[in-house]
């Protein structure tokens, strides 16, 4: 075992990526165990199935049902590989997470976007860890978001999920492979599966995990996340991929190890959605860490569902930006095509909203993005698939997202379906007013707009009578060569005849303009469809052995050319995009900036009135205390009151027995009053001393002893009288 240094990154708040080196382990020692790992469980080639109705894609459609790309076949006449829907093609299957099927596509047989299909897994090796068990790593490098390997095993309902979790937890089995495809389905690759199920958890990993549709199958994939060297562990983070009945001790050995994997808690350090979630909602993992500190700041845990890797609360908690770029929007469709979950939907409608860049809506146009949102309406609204939902609120939004996207034709509008949903979305919601006003203007404003036709031209043989008028009066066909050599086939209406299949009578089909795929139409039914009608049939066309295997003649140097042409539009594409999305980044910081100086104007304006509002308290606070301090201070008159109070009770104390003491008490108080009044008279400014001296003494005294004479009599006739 050794180690080489790499280069991760990391994501902060503002989508802005930090490059670094850090150390990985190299093992490429250790013995190659694949053959002794495939005895430990029983090996399939696809998933299995627990009942037919598991699996399905958008409720059992199949890819031929209407998710056929516009690609055009691209053959290399060396290598008799067709390179259609390559890895730098626009492709709109490759760029929603779709493969494409053969026979059902334009791009024709065997194209570049059936990798699960074909199998075309890196090369992986299993082999012995410390810690952990088996594990895998890679035989060779492979690139970011390569193929890695499909993650197979039995596709079971919720039910038997459960019920297996606890059987395993109860039989201590140490490891668990379980993996949610879509919501209320599991793949269980306990017992069987491939080897995908040996893969590790990481806290830091290098792959992760998406969904894929295949046929009219979803399947589970799992892909690199970054550049990938020959020797390194295959790893990717159970945390929000894989399930398990209890928490178990992490041996990742990452410098941000949460310590444990499975289980319901999810830690400061594990990511809280997957990835393709995450980036469809531009979330990145520097704001989840934020919110799980906020959390724990705020005592609250932090628990995903038991049946799902949406942590609810992390999501509304997000704040939705605007569609960046072309890229972006391809995440955002791929994400609503797959994912089920109201949440997620309910913010990613919300983003999409948030857009106004014209060309990022006509790519999410494009990218069939009316068949999201009739897939969307016909399970939140028709199907009422998800509880506790506002069906209402959702409606409108999702209605007043359809009337910002630009339309130039109706073309994609009809094969989507959406104008059938949407007036059984109106029957459903007739008491709702306000939706039925925007469904009849969106249908009213569509009803408007033309389709695009575009018929082949042909080499020699004119247009055919059995064209309709309006689609192609002045058109014509080439018929392939097979079709030639068949005199029956060729007595059959050329507009009739498509891919060696028969359409049904009143069916004909045509190419469309913008994207150069097939399309098919009825005249007499007013219906137009990319899918192929029921009802067609194969012809039985004999085919000479020269062309039996004959594919198109392509030039070499014009193939290469095109191909270079090609890469050469991607790195413009892409640079484009990077600039474009560098110059989002400054106006969000700009903003944010922004934002902070307000809030810090903001804050010092209030710390301003605040310390004003204290400063005027306390100054109202100290003015009461001088007034209070004031209005207690003696008076002069209360001073000799006071003064004299010290001498003359203890003068007239001797009368107490016979006049009482509360009449004692009241010729005292009336004396003292009597000689403070003869006192201020006499000086008001006057302040009295500290104490009678003796000379005021013997006055005071000679006052006192008549005032006690005269009351004496008084008191003493009044008693008599009694």
Not at 349 to 376: F, H, M, W
Not at 521 to 528: G, P
Not at 530 to 536: A, I, K, M, T, V
Not at 572 to 584: N, T
Request: glycine content about 4%; charged content about 30%.
């Amino acid at each position: 075992m050794r180690e080489r240094t790499v280069s991760d990154e990391e994501v902060d708040n503002y989508g802005h990526a930090s490059h670094f080196k850090r150390k990985v382990q190299i093992y490429d020692y250790p013995a190659d165990k694949t053959e002794e790992a495939l005895t430990t469980f029983k090996t399939l080639s696809q998933n299995s199935y627990q009942n037919k109705t598991l699996g399905n894609a958008h409720n059992g459609r199949s890819t031929a049902d209407g998710m056929s790309c516009d690609c055009e076949e691209n053959w290399d006449t060396v290598s008799g590989i067709n390179n259609a829907c390559g890895e730098y093609s626009e492709c709109i299957n490759r760029l929603t997470s779709i493969e494409c099927i053969s026979g059902t596509c334009s791009c024709g047989d065997d194209c570049q976007n059936q990798r699960f299909q074909k199998k075309q897994y890196a090369p992986i090796a299993v082999f012995e860890t410390e810690k952990k068990g088996y594990g895998v790593r890679a035989q060779a490098d492979i690139r970011q978001d390569a193929f890695i390997y499909e993650y197979l095993g039995e596709v079971i309902d919720e039910s038997t999920f459960r019920k297996r979790k606890e059987n395993y937890d109860n039989q201590g089995l140490e490891h668990f492979y379980f993996m949610m495809l879509q919501k209320g389905e599991f793949i269980d690759a306990t017992a069987k599966g491939g080897l995908g199920r040996f893969c590790n958890h990481s806290c830091r990993p290098n792959a992760y995990v998406d969904k894929w549709e295949v046929g009219n199958k979803l399947r589970m994939g799992i892909f690199a996340k970054r550049e990938i060297y020959k020797g390194e562990e295959i790893c990717f983070d159970y945390n929000v991929d894989r399930y398990g009945a209890n928490p178990q001790k992490c041996y990742c050995g990452e410098d941000n190890c949460i310590g444990f994997l499975g289980g319901r808690t999810q830690t400061d350090s594990a990511n809280i959605l997957p990835v393709p979630i995450a980036e469809a909602l531009g979330s990145t993992n520097a704001q989840e860490q934020r919110w799980v500190r906020l959390m724990k700041e705020q005592n609250k845990s932090i628990k995903a569902s038991d049946y799902s890797s949406i942590n609810e609360d992390y999501v509304n908690s997000l704040e939705m930006r605007p569609i960046a770029d072309k890229d972006e929007a391809s995440k955002v469709t791929s994400a609503l095509l797959k994912t089920q979950d109201y949440i997620i939907l309910r913010k990613l409608i919300e983003r999409v909203s948030l857009t106004k860049d014209p060309e990022v809506l006509k790519e999410i146009v494009r990218l069939r993005g009316y068949q999201c949102v009739a897939n969307i309406l016909t399970m939140i609204v028709l199907d009422q698939e998800q509880q506790q939902v506002d069906v209402e609120s959702f409606t409108l939004s999702v209605l007043d997202m359809l009337e910002s996207w630009p339309n130039s034709s109706r073309n994609r509008i009809s094969s989507s379906q959406i104008e059938s949903v949407l007036e059984s979305v109106k029957t459903k919601l007739k008491k709702i007013q306000p939706i039925g006003k925007k469904i009849n203007s969106l249908l009213n404003s569509w009803s408007k707009l033309e389709i695009s036709y575009k018929i082949p031209k042909s080499q020699s043989v004119g247009a055919s009578n059995d064209v309709d008028n309006g689609h192609a009066e002045s058109s014509t066909f080439q018929l392939r060569d097979e079709q030639k050599e068949n005199n029956a086939a060729s007595k059959i209406s050329p507009f009739r005849i498509v891919d060696n299949m028969l359409l049904p009578e009143q069916w004909r089909w045509a190419v469309d303009e913008s994207t150069g795929a097939n399309y098919y139409y009825n005249k007499s039914q007013n219906i137009t469809q990319w899918d192929l009608p029921p009802g067609c049939e194969l012809l039985n066309i004999e085919v000479s052995e020269k062309n039996r295997d004959k594919k198109p003649p392509i030039d070499k140097s014009r193939l290469e050319l095109k191909e270079r042409q090609r890469k050469q539009e991607y790195e413009r594409v892409k640079k484009e995009r990077e600039r474009e999305k560098l110059r989002l980044q400054r106006e969000q910081e700009q903003e944010e900036q922004r934002r902070t100086e307000t809030l810090k104007k903001i804050i010092a304006n209030a710390e301003a009135k605040q310390q004003l509002l204290s400063k005027r308290l306390a100054d109202e606070e100290n003015e009461g205390k001088k007034r209070h301090k004031k209005s207690k201070r003696p008076t002069r008159e209360q001073e000799w009151n006071k003064l004299f109070a010290t001498v003359v009770p203890n003068m007239i104390k001797k009368h107490e027995s016979q006049i009482g003491r509360d009449n004692l008490k009241h010729c005292a108080k009336d004396i003292v009053h009597q000689l403070s009044s003869k006192e201020i008279k006499k000086d008001t400014s006057k302040k009295p001393p500290k104490e009678l001296s003796s000379e005021k003494k013997a006055k005071v005294k000679a006052f006192v002893g008549p005032y006690m004479e005269k009351y004496l009599d008084k008191w003493k006739a009044k008693h008599e009288k009694k």
